[in-house]
């Protein structure tokens, strides 16, 4: 398994922007697909975005498409989501997620969230 470490959240005001990390340990960084999650309080935990491991393909929840990008580096083992045009509703903790493929990211390793909350 990998073990990831997110980091880049925290307080902006909406329209804003943010850009969150994860960095991951392990060799085998390259042949994982990556994707980032997210849970409000009171909410379940909920897909944002994903990204296979050759960075080729890209998938987005329709309520982050055109403002949110997800990308990676595989030289630095880390997965970025740049976030643009923040809105209230994007308030939530941030998980970042490590699986075999896109489909199955839920059941792979998770990191420990990062905090974002957007005021209006």
């Known amino acids: 398994q990998v073990q990831l470490v997110e980091s880049g959240g925290g307080l902006v005001q909406a329209g804003g922007s943010l850009r969150l990390s994860c960095a991951a340990s392990?060799?085998?960084?390259?042949?994982?697909?990556m994707g980032w999650f997210r849970q409000a309080p009171g909410k379940e935990r909920e897909f944002v975005a994903s990204?296979?491991?050759?960075?080729?393909?890209?998938f987005y929840a329709d309520s982050v498409k055109g403002r949110f990008t997800i990308s990676r580096e595989n030289a630095k083992n880390t997965v970025y989501l740049q976030m643009n045009n923040l809105l209230p509703e994007d308030t939530a903790v941030y998980y970042c997620?490590?699986?075999?493929?896109?489909?199955?990211?839920?059941?792979?390793?998770w990191g420990q969230g990062t905090q974002v909350t957007v005021s209006s």
């Open positions: 392990g060799r085998t960084f390259s042949t994982y697909a």
């Open positions: 990204i296979d491991w050759s960075g080729t393909r890209r």
């Open positions: 997620a490590a699986g075999p493929n896109t489909a199955t990211l839920s059941q792979g390793s």
